[in-house]
């Protein structure tokens, strides 16, 4: 699967839109780009998986840009509660999809 | 409906006891995955079921760690002769399947080896 490599870190003030980056430069056709995301001391949350075209769903937007080397996660009205650290991944149709490796993430903080 | 669950949420043990984790996925999810993270750290993979094919065990760091996956569903993992290197939470996952479908994570079981 291919690497990733997103920021650290992140401030956002609340109420305004956060757009998490990440590079998968690497990617290739068959790879899916996925958003997780964790608050302390809890499991993992899906949040949106896309391939090449933009996805929409209740929690976020995500944007794929056209050599799909590159994504946005975009969460439009951030609020405290979306403060965590947020993964990027990819995966592929194949056997060792379990194997994703989450990294180190954004850890993203929504200021008051 | 019910999601993935995992106990127990917390243990304390000696070390060079043995631990087992247990992990009951969501119904209907063929696959399941353990993931371990340490304080602070990213994500480790461990092993991954999938239906009844043999597990991928090339995450799994010794052979003090084995899983096992009985009747398709209930998974246990199991830690022997804990080392203190060993503490830290360790998460299952569980996918409708293999592939690229998303995966829903149980909220852990921190271990912590005295």
């Known amino acids: 699967d291919a690497k990733t490599t997103q920021p650290p870190s992140m401030d956002c003030a609340e109420g305004r839109a956060a757009n998490l980056p990440c590079n998968h430069s690497?990617?290739?056709?068959?790879?899916?780009v996925y958003w997780y995301r964790q608050i302390h001391s809890q499991g993992p949350q899906y949040i949106i998986h896309?391939?090449?075209n933009n996805e929409t769903n209740e929690m976020a937007s995500l944007i794929i840009t056209e050599d799909r080397k590159s994504s946005t996660l975009i969460l439009p009205h951030a609020t405290l509660r979306d403060t965590a650290v947020y993964y990027c991944i990819v995966r592929g149709f194949n056997t060792n999809a379990g194997k994703s490796t989450f990294g180190d993430g954004t850890t993203l903080t929504v200021k008051p | 409906g019910a999601g993935v669950s995992q106990s127990p949420s917390n243990k304390v043990t000696e070390k060079g006891k043995d631990v087992e984790l247990r992990c009951d996925p969501i119904s209907g999810h063929t696959a399941l995955y353990w993931y371990r993270q340490s304080l602070g750290q990213g994500l480790e993979f461990l092993i991954y079921?999938?239906?009844?094919?043999?597990?991928?065990k090339s995450g799994l760091p010794s052979d003090r760690f084995s899983a096992e996956r009985t009747g398709g569903s209930v998974s246990t993992l199991t830690i022997q002769r804990t080392q203190q290197e060993d503490s830290a939470v360790y998460l299952c996952a569980s996918s409708f399947r293999e592939g690229t479908y998303e995966q829903y994570f149980g909220p852990g079981t921190r271990l912590t080896v005295t």
């Open positions: 690497t990617i290739s056709g068959n790879e899916y």
């Open positions: 079921f999938q239906g009844n094919s043999a597990p991928d």
């Open positions: 896309g391939l090449k």
